[in-house]
């Protein structure tokens, strides 16, 4: 089982290596807002272990640990989101090249 | 409850298959994020991943258990989106930063928490260590994370000063905290189950140590640690997948855990900073170097608006570099309007992005975007330094460190080797600032001083859209 579990994340670390490999500086800020989102899942230790907590204090502390995961979840989703708004309905910024092809494509998306 | 359907959809298999579908849309969604045309949408696929790896959770056999048990859960999730949807929604493009800082110190905050709970269900039982030492490891990191993320946070909205703060023997104190959270750590591994060591020993130590380890890095160097703590926080999430045996935990808090680590090289790579150099920078008297106060007493020449007016109209290559200082008065759509009026009088006009003006990576981007000035207009920095050379003037809006000829002249100075935007080529420099007082990393600017430069002082929004008014009744 802990094997298994080692190979997942071995492959994952280099899943993440491999996806963030080239990305334009522009879009740091956003992506580092989305990743950020992304580690919430921590809110579903959160959830798991709700069940099997015992007195008031292990209660208020996953009460407080789900609240805490849930802003990073919702919050950074939520932010990311608007920071990406602003390149909206905007051509291609880094291949100008297929500006022409992408602009139109890009305005359609809803405000 | 027991109804063939309800056993296949609680299976094991069935919530790991859903975990793989969420993980699945975390990495598409992610990769969507590195282009500018797909990341909206990669955004939002990682969020319907999110979705349904929640969903699978609460599926799960036992996870709503018990009469106050979903009570609780919803609870959490709805204060949690009491906080978090406001926030998100009302904070200022400024302020982003910080609120990234913030969402990533709640999330090590609550690995901190489930580790605590681990530790406190397993106490004086049975212990694996399997489930033990990445308990540890979530507690300590999770509680880094926290605790940094909230300095980085405060030094950002400026309730802590942005200058490094620093105690004397601050690298000694920081090795002790270390080993107290880690051999506390140890101690428990080996057996020795307690409470207090835990709660005292792991989670204190580690919380002081945030704190000290963030505190002395200089405001300018926060987005890279920033995104270093965002990568702690996906690894002490990874890690708590392994305590947990959950799946979908390990991979994506891995996956951010990697694709974090490497977001911070890049970043600290385009300020010309290396990762260890930033984080050592708070450990050792390594910058100890007094700042050459060669600028000290030189005198600037102030201008007015009229003034800049007419050079800006009489020029033929105007590059606009705007800084934090534009950000924060909400000057991007009265600069679009100044480029407009001095494009009718035949100017060109371009504008100088440095990777980190502002204070985030494509910070300046984002708000140009907003005030629809056109993407071919801006240029970054490699592109438009060797074109500083025939620019007539430059027109410095509320930018400061990132053009600061010290970066490239003074070998004393902290900033030294960071890759500036050379506007002290160009044949006459406009500084719109609203007073005297020095950047976001506290070092005085000898651009200021020079010649060839002249200052308006002054709210940007209120300057540029003086400086507009005039250009047009020319």
């Known amino acids: 089982m802990i094997v298994t579990e080692l190979a997942i994340l071995v492959l994952a670390a280099f899943v993440g290596f491999e996806v963030i490999s080239k990305v334009p500086n522009t879009l740091h800020t956003p992506l580092m807002s989305g990743t950020n989102a992304i580690h919430g899942i921590v809110v579903l230790g959160g959830l798991l272990l709700m069940h099997e907590a015992h007195g008031v204090l292990e209660h208020a502390l996953l009460v407080i640990a789900v609240m805490f995961g849930t802003i990073n979840v919702i919050g950074g989703f939520l932010v990311t989101d608007r920071m990406l708004g602003m390149f909206k309905k905007k051509p291609d910024p880094v291949e100008p090249a297929e500006a022409d092809s992408t602009g139109a494509g890009a305005g359609e998306e809803k405000k | ?116 709970i681990e530790y406190r269900h397993h106490f004086g039982g049975d212990f694996p260590l399997r489930v033990e030492i990445p308990s540890l490891f979530a507690a300590i990191v999770g509680s880094v994370s926290f605790w940094g993320s909230n ?174 200082g534009m950000a924060v008065a909400q000057a991007q759509h009265a600069v679009r309007e100044l480029e407009r009026a001095l494009e009718a009088k035949g100017v060109e006009v371009k504008y100088a992005i440095h990777p980190v003006a502002g204070r985030m990576p494509g910070h300046m981007n984002v708000l140009l975007a907003e005030a629809d000035v056109p993407y071919d207009l801006l240029r970054e920095m490699d592109d438009i330094n060797p074109e500083f050379s025939r620019t007539d003037v430059t027109l410095v809006i509320g930018a400061n460190d990132v053009t600061n000829p010290a970066a490239k002249n003074e070998p004393g100075s902290p900033i030294y080797g960071m890759p500036i935007l050379e506007v002290d080529k160009s044949a006459a420099v406009v500084v719109l600032k609203r007073s005297m007082a020095s950047g976001f990393a506290g070092i005085d600017n000898p651009l200021f001083y020079e010649p060839k430069t002249s200052l308006l002082f002054g709210d940007a929004k209120a300057s540029v859209s003086e400086i507009t008014a005039e250009v047009q009744a020319l």
Not at chain 2, 20 to 30: H, N, P, Q, R, W
Request: no cysteine; aromatic share 6%.
């Open chain 2, 1 to 116: 409850m027991s109804t063939l359907g309800t056993v296949f959809l609680q299976s094991t298999s069935f919530i790991d298959a859903m975990y793989i579908v969420a993980f699945s849309l975390f990495i598409y969604g992610m990769s969507g994020l590195t282009g500018p045309r797909t990341a909206v949408r990669g955004n939002k696929i990682a969020s319907v991943g999110m979705v349904i790896a929640v969903i699978a959770t609460l599926m799960t056999r036992h996870v709503l258990d018990g009469s106050s048990t979903p009570w609780l859960i919803a609870l959490g999730i709805a204060l949690g989106t009491a906080v978090g949807v406001p926030a998100a929604r009302n904070v200022k493009m400024t302020q982003m930063p910080q609120m990234v800082a913030l969402f990533n110190g709640v999330g090590g905050g609550a690995v901190a928490l489930i580790a605590w």
């Open chain 2, 151 to 324: 300095i980085a946070f405060a030094k950002l909205q400026e309730i802590l000063p942005g200058r490094p703060i620093k105690l004397p023997g601050q690298s000694a104190i920081n090795l002790l905290l270390l080993l107290v959270a880690a051999g506390s750590a140890v101690l428990l591994a080996a057996g020795t189950h307690s409470q207090a060591l835990f709660v005292l020993g792991i989670l204190l130590a580690a919380a002081v140590l945030g704190n000290m380890v963030v505190l002395p890095i200089g405001g300018a160097d926060m987005p890279v640690v920033i995104s270093l703590l965002n990568a702690f926080t996906g690894l002490s999430a990874a890690a708590t997948g392994i305590a947990l045996n959950n799946y979908a935990l390990i991979v994506a808090g891995m996956i951010v855990g990697a694709s974090g680590s490497i977001l911070t090289n890049l970043m600290a790579k385009a300020m010309n900073r290396s990762v260890p150099a930033i984080v050592a920078g708070g450990f050792g008297g390594a910058v100890a170097a007094p700042v050459h106060a060669g600028a000290e007493g030189g005198t600037v020449r102030s201008t007015s608006a009229q003034d800049v007016a007419i050079q800006l109209s009489y020029a033929r290559l105007v590059v606009i570099a705007p800084g934090y």
